[in-house]
Protein backbone atom coordinates (compact mmCIF):
# COMPACT_ATOMS: atom_id res chain seq x y z
CA UNK A 1 0.00 0.00 0.00
CA UNK A 2 1.31 3.28 -0.65
CA UNK A 3 1.98 5.84 2.01
CA UNK A 4 -0.38 8.68 1.83
CA UNK A 5 1.66 12.38 3.86
CA UNK A 6 -1.52 13.23 5.75
CA UNK A 7 -0.37 17.36 5.17
CA UNK A 8 -0.75 16.32 1.51
CA UNK A 9 -3.84 14.69 1.82
CA UNK A 10 -5.24 17.24 3.67
CA UNK A 11 -4.29 20.30 1.57
CA UNK A 12 -5.55 17.94 -1.48
CA UNK A 13 -9.08 17.80 0.20
CA UNK A 14 -8.71 21.71 0.21
CA UNK A 15 -7.72 21.81 -3.39
CA UNK A 16 -10.32 23.79 -5.03
CA UNK A 17 -10.84 21.37 -8.21
CA UNK A 18 -10.75 18.72 -5.82
CA UNK A 19 -13.45 19.70 -3.91
CA UNK A 20 -15.59 20.38 -6.69
CA UNK A 21 -15.17 17.11 -8.55
CA UNK A 22 -16.05 15.19 -5.13
CA UNK A 23 -18.54 17.49 -4.24
CA UNK A 24 -22.14 17.91 -4.87
CA UNK A 25 -22.09 19.56 -8.25
CA UNK A 26 -23.94 22.71 -8.75
CA UNK A 27 -24.73 23.34 -5.27
CA UNK A 28 -21.22 23.44 -3.69
CA UNK A 29 -20.14 25.43 -7.17
CA UNK A 30 -22.89 27.83 -6.71
CA UNK A 31 -21.47 28.08 -3.01
CA UNK A 32 -18.11 28.93 -4.21
CA UNK A 33 -19.70 31.42 -6.75
CA UNK A 34 -21.40 33.19 -3.67
CA UNK A 35 -18.16 33.11 -1.60
CA UNK A 36 -16.00 34.73 -4.17
CA UNK A 37 -18.22 37.58 -5.04
CA UNK A 38 -17.08 40.75 -4.42
CA UNK A 39 -17.24 41.53 -0.72
CA UNK A 40 -17.05 45.40 -1.35
CA UNK A 41 -20.00 45.91 -3.64
CA UNK A 42 -22.11 48.72 -2.60
CA UNK A 43 -25.59 48.00 -1.04
CA UNK A 44 -27.03 51.20 -1.77
CA UNK A 45 -30.72 52.44 -2.89
CA UNK A 46 -29.19 53.12 -5.94
CA UNK A 47 -27.14 49.79 -7.05
CA UNK A 48 -28.33 46.48 -9.41
CA UNK A 49 -30.27 44.32 -7.99
CA UNK A 50 -29.55 40.36 -8.79
CA UNK A 51 -31.45 37.45 -7.36
CA UNK A 52 -29.35 35.38 -5.03
CA UNK A 53 -30.84 31.95 -4.49
CA UNK A 54 -34.09 30.99 -4.40
CA UNK A 55 -36.27 27.89 -6.17
CA UNK A 56 -35.75 27.23 -9.95
CA UNK A 57 -39.18 27.88 -12.11
CA UNK A 58 -40.02 30.36 -9.19
CA UNK A 59 -41.74 32.64 -9.39
CA UNK A 60 -44.47 30.70 -11.10
CA UNK A 61 -45.84 33.41 -12.94
CA UNK A 62 -45.19 37.09 -13.18
CA UNK A 63 -45.27 39.21 -9.89
CA UNK A 64 -46.72 41.88 -8.96
CA UNK A 65 -44.95 42.86 -6.05
CA UNK A 66 -41.44 41.84 -5.67
CA UNK A 67 -41.48 42.30 -1.98
CA UNK A 68 -43.31 42.80 1.68
CA UNK A 69 -43.52 44.52 4.24
CA UNK A 70 -45.67 43.44 6.86
CA UNK A 71 -46.53 45.51 9.82
CA UNK A 72 -47.43 43.44 12.68
CA UNK A 73 -49.25 45.08 15.57
CA UNK A 74 -49.24 42.81 18.21
CA UNK A 75 -51.85 42.43 20.88
CA UNK A 76 -54.97 42.53 18.49
CA UNK A 77 -56.43 46.17 17.80
CA UNK A 78 -60.05 47.10 18.42
CA UNK A 79 -61.59 46.76 14.88
CA UNK A 80 -64.70 48.45 16.19
CA UNK A 81 -62.55 51.45 17.89
CA UNK A 82 -60.40 51.78 14.45
CA UNK A 83 -61.88 50.80 11.37
CA UNK A 84 -65.73 48.81 11.69
CA UNK A 85 -68.12 52.01 13.05
CA UNK A 86 -71.30 50.58 14.49
CA UNK A 87 -72.97 53.85 15.60
CA UNK A 88 -76.31 52.38 16.37
CA UNK A 89 -74.93 50.57 18.97
CA UNK A 90 -74.68 53.56 21.24
CA UNK A 91 -78.71 52.95 21.83
CA UNK A 92 -77.77 49.40 23.41
CA UNK A 93 -74.66 50.88 25.87
CA UNK A 94 -75.00 48.95 28.57
CA UNK A 95 -77.30 46.41 27.57
CA UNK A 96 -76.33 42.64 27.67
CA UNK A 97 -75.01 40.97 24.54
CA UNK A 98 -77.48 38.58 22.96
CA UNK A 99 -77.06 35.31 23.18
CA UNK A 100 -78.47 35.03 19.63
CA UNK A 101 -74.85 37.21 18.93
CA UNK A 102 -72.73 35.55 21.00
CA UNK A 103 -74.00 32.10 19.36
CA UNK A 104 -72.24 29.71 22.13
CA UNK A 105 -68.86 31.43 21.83
CA UNK A 106 -65.69 30.09 24.54
CA UNK A 107 -64.82 32.72 26.56
CA UNK A 108 -60.71 33.01 27.58
CA UNK A 109 -60.04 32.91 31.16
CA UNK A 110 -59.69 36.48 32.02
CA UNK A 111 -64.22 37.30 31.03
CA UNK A 112 -65.31 33.37 31.79
CA UNK A 113 -65.88 34.72 35.06
CA UNK A 114 -67.70 37.82 34.29
CA UNK A 115 -71.54 37.71 35.79
CA UNK A 116 -72.01 40.34 32.76
CA UNK A 117 -71.10 40.85 29.41
CA UNK A 118 -72.43 44.72 28.48
CA UNK A 119 -72.26 46.42 25.06
CA UNK A 120 -69.41 49.17 24.63
CA UNK A 121 -69.92 50.85 21.76
CA UNK A 122 -66.72 52.84 20.81
CA UNK A 123 -66.75 56.75 22.38
CA UNK A 124 -64.44 57.58 18.75
CA UNK A 125 -65.94 59.56 16.22
CA UNK A 126 -65.62 58.22 12.67
CA UNK A 127 -66.00 59.94 9.09
CA UNK A 128 -65.34 59.62 5.54
CA UNK A 129 -62.49 60.43 3.95
CA UNK A 130 -61.02 60.54 0.22
CA UNK A 131 -62.61 60.11 -3.28
CA UNK A 132 -63.48 56.29 -2.31
CA UNK A 133 -64.98 57.91 0.95
CA UNK A 134 -63.39 54.85 3.24
CA UNK A 135 -64.16 55.51 6.75
CA UNK A 136 -61.98 55.62 9.41
CA UNK A 137 -61.76 56.99 13.41
CA UNK A 138 -60.65 59.82 14.30
CA UNK A 139 -57.39 58.26 16.13
CA UNK A 140 -56.26 58.05 12.70
CA UNK A 141 -55.83 61.28 10.70
CA UNK A 142 -53.11 60.12 8.99
CA UNK A 143 -54.13 57.20 7.85
CA UNK A 144 -57.21 58.80 6.25
CA UNK A 145 -54.94 61.61 4.35
CA UNK A 146 -54.20 57.38 2.27
CA UNK A 147 -56.81 56.50 2.35
CA UNK A 148 -57.43 56.36 -1.60
CA UNK A 149 -54.42 53.56 -1.80
CA UNK A 150 -55.71 51.24 1.33
CA UNK A 151 -57.61 48.40 0.94
CA UNK A 152 -59.48 47.46 3.89
CA UNK A 153 -60.36 43.44 4.94
CA UNK A 154 -62.83 43.61 7.57
CA UNK A 155 -63.92 39.86 7.34
CA UNK A 156 -60.54 38.58 8.44
CA UNK A 157 -60.84 35.64 11.07
CA UNK A 158 -58.81 33.30 12.78
CA UNK A 159 -59.45 29.79 14.54
CA UNK A 160 -56.78 30.69 18.03
CA UNK A 161 -58.39 32.54 21.19
CA UNK A 162 -55.00 33.37 22.89
CA UNK A 163 -52.33 35.43 21.96
CA UNK A 164 -49.40 32.70 21.28
CA UNK A 165 -51.28 30.34 19.13
CA UNK A 166 -53.15 33.22 17.46
CA UNK A 167 -49.83 35.22 16.53
CA UNK A 168 -47.73 31.91 15.54
CA UNK A 169 -50.90 30.74 13.29
CA UNK A 170 -51.11 33.95 11.27
CA UNK A 171 -47.24 33.98 11.18
CA UNK A 172 -46.61 30.44 9.97
CA UNK A 173 -49.65 28.87 9.05
CA UNK A 174 -49.85 26.82 12.20
CA UNK A 175 -50.75 27.30 15.57
CA UNK A 176 -48.12 24.94 17.06
CA UNK A 177 -44.95 26.14 17.20
CA UNK A 178 -41.83 25.00 14.59
CA UNK A 179 -43.24 25.59 11.55
CA UNK A 180 -41.49 28.07 8.82
CA UNK A 181 -42.27 31.99 9.33
CA UNK A 182 -44.03 33.34 6.07
CA UNK A 183 -40.79 35.66 5.74
CA UNK A 184 -38.80 31.76 5.89
CA UNK A 185 -41.63 30.92 2.83
CA UNK A 186 -40.43 33.48 0.63
CA UNK A 187 -36.95 33.50 1.48
CA UNK A 188 -36.45 29.79 0.29
CA UNK A 189 -39.02 30.21 -3.06
CA UNK A 190 -37.84 33.61 -4.23
CA UNK A 191 -33.93 34.26 -2.83
CA UNK A 192 -32.94 37.57 -2.08
CA UNK A 193 -32.08 40.84 -4.66
CA UNK A 194 -29.10 41.67 -2.85
CA UNK A 195 -26.27 39.56 -1.62
CA UNK A 196 -25.33 41.96 1.38
CA UNK A 197 -28.55 42.19 3.29
CA UNK A 198 -30.39 39.20 4.20
CA UNK A 199 -33.59 38.33 2.26
CA UNK A 200 -36.08 38.13 5.66
CA UNK A 201 -35.34 41.32 8.33
CA UNK A 202 -37.30 41.86 11.54
CA UNK A 203 -37.88 45.04 13.76
CA UNK A 204 -39.68 44.91 16.76
CA UNK A 205 -40.99 47.64 19.07
CA UNK A 206 -42.64 48.55 22.19
CA UNK A 207 -45.73 51.52 21.82
CA UNK A 208 -46.93 53.41 24.75
CA UNK A 209 -50.32 51.91 24.70
CA UNK A 210 -50.10 48.69 27.04
CA UNK A 211 -46.31 48.38 27.77
CA UNK A 212 -46.92 45.57 29.43
CA UNK A 213 -48.18 43.55 26.38
CA UNK A 214 -47.35 40.40 24.68
CA UNK A 215 -43.58 39.29 24.38
CA UNK A 216 -42.50 37.83 21.28
CA UNK A 217 -40.11 34.88 20.56
CA UNK A 218 -37.71 34.50 17.89
CA UNK A 219 -39.36 31.54 16.74
CA UNK A 220 -41.77 33.73 15.21
CA UNK A 221 -39.54 34.39 12.74
CA UNK A 222 -37.63 31.48 12.26
CA UNK A 223 -37.30 28.85 9.45
CA UNK A 224 -38.82 26.13 10.84
CA UNK A 225 -38.02 22.87 8.96
CA UNK A 226 -36.48 25.00 6.34
CA UNK A 227 -32.34 25.46 6.23
CA UNK A 228 -31.56 27.95 8.88
CA UNK A 229 -30.19 30.75 6.28
CA UNK A 230 -33.95 31.05 5.42
CA UNK A 231 -34.62 32.20 9.28
CA UNK A 232 -35.37 36.28 9.89
CA UNK A 233 -31.84 38.50 11.41
CA UNK A 234 -33.33 40.70 13.69
CA UNK A 235 -32.22 44.49 14.12
CA UNK A 236 -31.60 45.10 17.54
CA UNK A 237 -33.09 48.25 19.28
CA UNK A 238 -29.99 49.70 20.78
CA UNK A 239 -26.18 49.61 20.65
CA UNK A 240 -24.92 48.04 17.35
CA UNK A 241 -27.84 46.98 15.19
CA UNK A 242 -26.37 43.45 14.61
CA UNK A 243 -24.07 41.98 17.09
CA UNK A 244 -20.77 42.05 16.52
CA UNK A 245 -21.21 44.12 13.31
CA UNK A 246 -17.98 46.25 14.27
CA UNK A 247 -14.53 44.51 14.28
CA UNK A 248 -12.57 44.68 17.79
CA UNK A 249 -9.99 47.08 18.05
CA UNK A 250 -7.15 45.91 16.46
CA UNK A 251 -8.84 43.31 13.37
CA UNK A 252 -9.35 45.37 10.06
CA UNK A 253 -10.91 43.94 7.20
CA UNK A 254 -8.09 42.17 5.26
CA UNK A 255 -7.48 39.87 9.00
CA UNK A 256 -11.07 39.30 9.16
CA UNK A 257 -11.30 38.25 5.26
CA UNK A 258 -8.18 35.62 5.85
CA UNK A 259 -9.93 34.54 9.11
CA UNK A 260 -12.96 33.91 7.46
CA UNK A 261 -11.55 31.88 4.55
CA UNK A 262 -9.71 29.95 6.84
CA UNK A 263 -12.64 28.96 8.74
CA UNK A 264 -14.47 28.18 5.41
CA UNK A 265 -11.78 25.74 4.33
CA UNK A 266 -12.24 23.69 7.91
CA UNK A 267 -15.69 23.50 7.08
CA UNK A 268 -15.35 22.69 3.69
CA UNK A 269 -13.56 19.62 4.93
CA UNK A 270 -16.48 18.81 7.54
CA UNK A 271 -18.99 19.01 4.59
CA UNK A 272 -17.10 16.59 2.43
CA UNK A 273 -17.40 13.59 5.53
CA UNK A 274 -20.67 14.76 6.93
CA UNK A 275 -22.82 16.00 3.71
CA UNK A 276 -25.00 18.27 6.22
CA UNK A 277 -26.52 21.04 4.24
CA UNK A 278 -26.23 23.31 7.55
CA UNK A 279 -22.67 23.37 7.63
CA UNK A 280 -23.06 24.81 3.97
CA UNK A 281 -25.58 27.16 5.67
CA UNK A 282 -23.01 28.52 8.21
CA UNK A 283 -20.54 29.05 5.49
CA UNK A 284 -22.83 31.16 3.63
CA UNK A 285 -23.49 32.88 6.58
CA UNK A 286 -20.77 33.87 7.39
CA UNK A 287 -19.94 35.27 4.90
CA UNK A 288 -23.37 37.08 4.61
CA UNK A 289 -22.45 38.72 8.00
CA UNK A 290 -19.07 39.40 6.70
CA UNK A 291 -20.45 41.46 4.02
CA UNK A 292 -23.58 43.20 6.87
CA UNK A 293 -20.11 44.60 8.48
CA UNK A 294 -20.18 47.11 5.37
CA UNK A 295 -23.54 47.54 4.28
CA UNK A 296 -25.39 47.67 7.79
CA UNK A 297 -24.23 50.45 9.10
CA UNK A 298 -24.36 52.63 6.14
CA UNK A 299 -28.00 50.82 5.99
CA UNK A 300 -29.07 52.18 9.40
CA UNK A 301 -27.50 55.87 9.22
CA UNK A 302 -30.55 58.13 8.37
CA UNK A 303 -28.20 61.22 8.14
CA UNK A 304 -28.88 61.51 4.71
CA UNK A 305 -32.33 61.51 5.05
CA UNK A 306 -34.37 64.80 3.77
CA UNK A 307 -35.70 67.10 6.65
CA UNK A 308 -38.88 66.92 4.70
CA UNK A 309 -39.22 62.98 5.30
CA UNK A 310 -37.62 62.63 8.49
CA UNK A 311 -40.66 65.11 9.20
CA UNK A 312 -42.89 63.33 7.17
CA UNK A 313 -42.50 59.97 9.68
CA UNK A 314 -42.71 62.41 12.83
CA UNK A 315 -41.20 63.23 15.98
CA UNK A 316 -39.71 59.93 17.25
CA UNK A 317 -38.35 58.48 13.34
CA UNK A 318 -34.65 59.32 14.49
CA UNK A 319 -34.94 57.26 17.74
CA UNK A 320 -33.75 53.62 16.98
CA UNK A 321 -36.41 50.78 18.48
CA UNK A 322 -39.29 53.29 18.09
CA UNK A 323 -42.07 52.32 15.37
CA UNK A 324 -41.60 55.49 13.62
CA UNK A 325 -37.64 54.55 12.70
CA UNK A 326 -38.24 50.97 11.80
CA UNK A 327 -41.02 51.88 9.55
CA UNK A 328 -38.47 54.49 7.98
CA UNK A 329 -36.05 51.69 8.28
CA UNK A 330 -38.51 49.07 6.56
CA UNK A 331 -38.08 51.92 3.45
CA UNK A 332 -34.54 51.42 3.33
CA UNK A 333 -34.11 47.56 3.43
CA UNK A 334 -36.92 47.69 0.75
CA UNK A 335 -35.47 49.97 -2.04
CA UNK A 336 -32.06 47.85 -1.30
CA UNK A 337 -33.99 44.41 -2.27
CA UNK A 338 -34.54 42.77 1.38
CA UNK A 339 -37.62 40.43 0.07
CA UNK A 340 -39.57 40.74 3.40
CA UNK A 341 -39.35 43.25 6.24
CA UNK A 342 -41.68 42.27 9.43
CA UNK A 343 -42.35 44.71 11.73
CA UNK A 344 -43.71 43.44 15.28
CA UNK A 345 -45.24 46.74 17.46
CA UNK A 346 -46.29 45.67 20.75
CA UNK A 347 -48.96 47.66 23.17
CA UNK A 348 -52.28 46.64 21.68
CA UNK A 349 -53.51 43.93 24.04
CA UNK A 350 -55.78 46.57 25.88
CA UNK A 351 -58.46 44.65 28.03
CA UNK A 352 -58.81 47.72 30.17
CA UNK A 353 -58.06 51.27 29.94
CA UNK A 354 -58.38 50.82 26.31
CA UNK A 355 -59.25 54.55 25.56
CA UNK A 356 -56.43 55.90 26.72
CA UNK A 357 -54.13 53.06 25.74
CA UNK A 358 -55.45 52.98 22.09
CA UNK A 359 -54.84 56.83 21.93
CA UNK A 360 -51.25 56.72 23.05
CA UNK A 361 -50.83 53.22 20.76
CA UNK A 362 -52.32 55.19 17.29
CA UNK A 363 -49.72 58.49 18.59
CA UNK A 364 -46.95 56.17 17.69
CA UNK A 365 -48.25 54.64 14.60
CA UNK A 366 -50.39 56.16 12.35
CA UNK A 367 -47.70 59.19 11.11
CA UNK A 368 -45.54 56.49 10.40
CA UNK A 369 -47.43 53.94 8.49
CA UNK A 370 -49.12 56.75 6.63
CA UNK A 371 -45.91 57.96 6.06
CA UNK A 372 -44.03 54.87 4.76
CA UNK A 373 -46.93 54.90 1.78
CA UNK A 374 -46.48 58.07 0.55
CA UNK A 375 -42.47 57.63 1.02
CA UNK A 376 -43.25 54.69 -1.40
CA UNK A 377 -45.37 55.90 -3.65
CA UNK A 378 -42.84 59.06 -4.16
CA UNK A 379 -39.76 56.95 -4.72
CA UNK A 380 -41.95 54.50 -7.37
CA UNK A 381 -41.35 51.59 -4.94
CA UNK A 382 -45.13 51.11 -4.19
CA UNK A 383 -45.54 49.97 -7.63
CA UNK A 384 -43.82 46.75 -6.70
CA UNK A 385 -44.13 46.50 -2.77
CA UNK A 386 -47.04 45.19 -1.02
CA UNK A 387 -47.96 46.52 2.89
CA UNK A 388 -49.79 44.45 4.98
CA UNK A 389 -50.78 46.37 8.47
CA UNK A 390 -52.94 44.17 11.06
CA UNK A 391 -52.85 42.13 14.28
CA UNK A 392 -53.71 38.18 15.04
CA UNK A 393 -57.03 38.92 16.20
CA UNK A 394 -59.89 41.39 17.56
CA UNK A 395 -61.76 42.64 20.60
CA UNK A 396 -65.32 42.19 21.71
CA UNK A 397 -67.96 44.18 21.55
CA UNK A 398 -68.91 43.72 25.21
CA UNK A 399 -66.73 45.19 27.90
CA UNK A 400 -63.82 43.58 29.74
CA UNK A 401 -64.43 44.76 33.28
CA UNK A 402 -66.24 47.89 34.17
CA UNK A 403 -68.14 49.95 31.71
CA UNK A 404 -68.19 53.82 32.19
CA UNK A 405 -68.93 56.62 29.66
CA UNK A 406 -65.16 57.05 29.48
CA UNK A 407 -63.20 53.48 29.91
CA UNK A 408 -63.68 50.22 29.13
CA UNK A 409 -61.52 47.29 28.05
CA UNK A 410 -62.28 44.71 25.22
CA UNK A 411 -61.14 40.89 25.17
CA UNK A 412 -59.79 39.08 22.58
CA UNK A 413 -62.25 38.09 19.60
CA UNK A 414 -60.93 35.43 16.67
CA UNK A 415 -64.19 35.74 15.01
CA UNK A 416 -63.88 39.30 12.91
CA UNK A 417 -61.34 41.51 12.66
CA UNK A 418 -60.17 44.39 10.33
CA UNK A 419 -56.60 44.61 8.73
CA UNK A 420 -55.56 46.86 5.70
CA UNK A 421 -53.12 46.28 2.85
CA UNK A 422 -51.66 49.27 0.04
CA UNK A 423 -49.28 48.63 -2.53
CA UNK A 424 -48.76 46.30 -5.66
CA UNK A 425 -51.41 43.61 -6.77
CA UNK A 426 -53.89 45.37 -4.85
CA UNK A 427 -57.23 47.03 -5.89
CA UNK A 428 -57.04 51.05 -3.84
CA UNK A 429 -59.87 52.56 -2.37
CA UNK A 430 -61.46 49.45 -1.51
CA UNK A 431 -63.58 47.54 1.13
CA UNK A 432 -64.25 43.81 1.80
CA UNK A 433 -66.12 41.96 4.01
CA UNK A 434 -68.76 42.80 6.38
CA UNK A 435 -69.92 42.29 10.16
CA UNK A 436 -72.99 42.15 11.88
CA UNK A 437 -74.34 44.97 13.52
CA UNK A 438 -72.68 44.29 16.81
CA UNK A 439 -69.36 43.88 14.78
CA UNK A 440 -69.02 40.12 16.38
CA UNK A 441 -70.03 37.90 13.48
CA UNK A 442 -69.23 37.99 9.89
CA UNK A 443 -71.87 38.29 7.65
CA UNK A 444 -70.00 39.14 4.03
CA UNK A 445 -67.26 37.35 2.53
CA UNK A 446 -65.14 35.77 5.45
CA UNK A 447 -61.60 35.18 4.90
CA UNK A 448 -59.06 33.07 6.66
CA UNK A 449 -55.34 33.19 7.71
CA UNK A 450 -55.07 30.95 4.81
CA UNK A 451 -56.50 32.69 2.62
CA UNK A 452 -54.93 35.57 3.46
CA UNK A 453 -51.10 33.80 2.73
CA UNK A 454 -52.10 32.39 -0.39
CA UNK A 455 -53.06 36.05 -2.03
CA UNK A 456 -49.96 37.68 -0.61
CA UNK A 457 -47.87 34.86 -2.16
CA UNK A 458 -50.14 35.20 -4.94
CA UNK A 459 -48.88 39.01 -5.61
CA UNK A 460 -45.49 37.48 -5.22
CA UNK A 461 -45.81 35.30 -8.52
CA UNK A 462 -46.22 31.64 -6.35
CA UNK A 463 -49.13 29.44 -6.39
CA UNK A 464 -49.19 28.61 -2.70
CA UNK A 465 -49.74 25.25 -3.68
CA UNK A 466 -46.73 24.55 -5.32
CA UNK A 467 -44.67 26.18 -2.58
CA UNK A 468 -43.56 23.14 -0.75
CA UNK A 469 -40.87 21.80 1.26
CA UNK A 470 -40.67 17.67 2.00
CA UNK A 471 -40.06 16.66 5.79
CA UNK A 472 -40.94 13.59 7.58
CA UNK A 473 -42.77 12.14 4.70
CA UNK A 474 -45.07 14.93 3.98
CA UNK A 475 -45.29 18.28 1.71
CA UNK A 476 -45.31 20.72 4.01
CA UNK A 477 -46.75 24.13 2.69
CA UNK A 478 -47.80 27.57 4.08
CA UNK A 479 -50.87 27.31 3.93
CA UNK A 480 -51.34 24.03 5.19
CA UNK A 481 -54.13 22.05 3.51
CA UNK A 482 -56.47 25.42 2.44
CA UNK A 483 -56.46 28.21 1.14
CA UNK A 484 -58.22 30.09 -1.37
CA UNK A 485 -57.62 33.38 -3.12
CA UNK A 486 -58.79 36.59 -2.39
CA UNK A 487 -59.62 38.09 -5.66
CA UNK A 488 -61.71 40.75 -5.22
CA UNK A 489 -58.57 42.42 -3.21
CA UNK A 490 -56.27 41.81 -5.97
CA UNK A 491 -56.22 44.42 -8.89
Known amino acids: MDFVDPVLQLQDTINRRTFLKRGSGLGLAALFTMIGTDSW ?5 AQKFQQVGGLPGLPHFTPKAKRVIY ?5 APSQMDLFDPKPELEKYRGKELPDSIRNGQRLTGMTSGQKSFPVAP ?3 KFQEHGESGQVVSELLPHLASVIDEVCFIKSMNTEAINHDPAITFLQTGSQLAGRPSMGA ?9 NKDLPAFVVLTSIGHGNTNDQPLYDRLWGSGFLPTEHQGVKFRNTGDPVLYISDPEGIDRATRRDMLTEIANLNKIRLLSARDPEISTRISQYELAFRMQASVPELTDISKEPSSVIEMYGPHVKTPGTYAYNCLLARRLSERG ?27 TDQPSAALIKDLKQRGLLDDTLVVWGGEFGRTVYSQGNLSMTDYGRDHHPRCFTIWMAGAGIKKGVTYGKTDDYSYNIV ?14 HILGIDHKRLTFRYQGRDFRLTD ?11
Open 41 to 45: ASSGP
Open 71 to 75: LHQSG
Open 122 to 124: TIF
Open 185 to 193: WMSYGLGTQ
Open 338 to 364: VRFVQLYHRGWDQHGDLPNQIRRQCDD
Open 444 to 457: ENPVGVHDLHATIL
Open 481 to 491: VSGELVHAVMA
